[in-house]
């Protein structure tokens, strides 16, 4: 994420986590590095604060654990309908699943996404990480990943 917000330093970047310790490394590097445009946030993905609602053109998942995980792979409306509640119409939403969290991943994506309102562009295993981050290159490392892209509010 930090190396998008640098990249592109006219848009927002939010990172979400349970998990203060998780975020706690990039958010020291963004402070030091004065990146004004990343915020992160310590909540669930059940429990968003209401203020983000509405305002995402691209949410990420990337290797996702616990609650979130399973909200994802084995489709949970509640966990789905945040995701759908904190973007915009027609936002981007990428998954990516390491292949040791794969057998959460349910067959049959569709139906239950569009029911929450995500229509499914594509859903491939592949070697190729689309994202490089600490945890994915530890995770991902040598392994195949499922990376689902998908469009919110259609």
């Not at 067959?107 to 981050?133: K, Q």
Request: proline residues 6%; aromatic residues 6%; glycine residues 6%.
């Amino acid at each position: 994420m930090l190396d998008a917000a640098r990249r592109d330093p006219l848009n927002l970047f939010i990172a979400v986590d349970p998990v203060a310790e998780a975020m706690a490394a990039s958010a020291n590097r963004a402070r030091r590095e004065r990146l004004d445009n990343v915020l992160f946030v310590v909540a669930a993905v059940e429990a968003l604060p209401p203020e983000l609602d509405g305002v995402a053109d691209r949410v990420t998942v990337l290797f996702p654990w616990g609650s979130l995980l399973t909200g994802v792979a084995r489709p949970d409306p509640a966990v789905l309908g945040s995701l759908v509640r904190i973007a915009r119409a027609r936002a981007a939403l990428d998954i990516v699943i390491n292949r040791s969290a794969q057998q959460h991943a349910a067959d049959g994506l569709t139906a239950p996404y569009a029911a929450a309102g995500i229509e499914i562009c594509s859903v491939e295993r592949t070697t190729t990480v689309p994202y490089a981050t600490t945890w994915g290159k530890r995770v991902g490392f040598r392994t195949d990943v499922l990376h689902v892209q998908a469009r919110i509010g259609v």
